[in-house]
């Protein structure tokens, strides 16, 4: 069973930066072990729920192109959590944000958090 929380969103105005981080806790998931792959997605009024950024354990990272340049995806893995550094926001990156966790048998979602951006 793995839990996933969600925190750091909030309201910033367009240019500003925000920094996600996505906490696991659970007796079957370590950051630190091999074969999964955490990714950010985000979903807006109205729209699906898109893959943003992600990271898998062999350390590589990806970004869909709209946010390449301005988004970084990290990891601490003493921590057992993953960041999503947020920077230059724009009003279109305003959804709710959710970190998911794909491993063996494990296919878990975080509860999302809120990043709106004002114009």
């Known amino acids: 069973q793995v839990q996933l929380v969600e925190s750091g969103g909030g309201l910033v105005q367009a240019g500003g930066s925000l920094r996600l981080s996505c906490a696991a806790s659970?007796?079957?998931?370590?950051?630190?072990?091999?074969?999964?792959?955490v990714g950010w997605y985000r979903q807006a009024p109205g729209k699906q729920r898109e893959l943003v950024a992600g990271v898998s354990s062999d350390g590589r990272p990806n970004y869909v192109d709209a946010v390449k340049g301005r988004f970084t995806i990290s990891r601490d893995n003493a921590k057992n959590t993953v960041y999503l550094q947020m920077n230059s926001l724009k009003p279109e990156d305003t959804a709710v944000y959710y970190c998911?966790?794909?491993?063996?048998?494990?296919?878990?979602w975080g509860q999302g958090t809120q990043v709106t951006v004002s114009s």
């Open positions: 998911n966790v794909k491993a063996f048998r494990i296919d878990a």
């Open positions: 659970g007796s079957t998931f370590r950051l630190a072990g091999a074969g999964w792959y």
